[in-house]
Structure formats: C-alpha cells, structure tokens
C-alpha cells in the first residue's frame, strides 16, 4: 500500500496575508535590506524543497523579477493620493 504524497504546499493560499507581508516590507525596510532579505528566503526555502519544486520557484522568480522594479515612496504616495490600488505580483486582486 502506498502512502498519499506529502506536501507543503497548501491548495489555498492566503493572498491577503502575503500582500500585508510584502506592504510591511516594502515600507519597513529599505533595498538593501529587501535584498538581504529575499537572499535569505530563497537559501531557507531551498533546504525545505526537492530539486523540482527549487526548479519551479527558481522559475517563477525569474519571471517576477522581470516583472517588479522599486517605485521611490514620493511616486507611491502620489498614486495613493489619486486612490490607485496597490498591487503585488502573485496577489490575488
């Protein structure tokens, strides 16, 4: 008999959760320090995974960081007074 496989990934993601995550980044910290940060997150992450899923999250991001670039809070402020919405790669709307 076979066991079903274990899995650490979950099939419902808490986006708001992660959005709060990033927002608290983005203004807590500043690029250096984010850099720093994601370093870390990518080398823990990678001794939680198999070579698939490193490949996978490698993959995606690649295709975020082609994606994302640092807006200086002077612009983010100027949209929130024009009542744009704050998005995040990933983020459910």
């Given at each position: 008999m076979t066991q079903e496989s274990r899995t650490t990934e979950t099939m419902n993601p808490n986006y708001g959760a992660m959005r709060d995550i990033m927002v608290q980044i983005r203004d807590r910290l500043?690029?250096?320090e984010r850099a720093t940060l994601?370093?870390?997150l990518v080398g823990h992450l990678a001794t939680l995974m198999n070579g698939k899923q490193m490949e996978r999250l490698l993959d995606q991001l690649r295709?975020?960081?082609e994606r994302v670039r640092d807006v200086p809070a002077s612009r983010?402020?100027?949209?929130e007074d024009?009542?744009?919405?704050r998005r995040f790669p990933?983020?459910?709307a």
């Open positions: 500043t690029v250096p994601a370093v870390g295709e975020e960081s983010r402020r100027e949209k024009r009542g744009e919405e990933g983020a459910a």
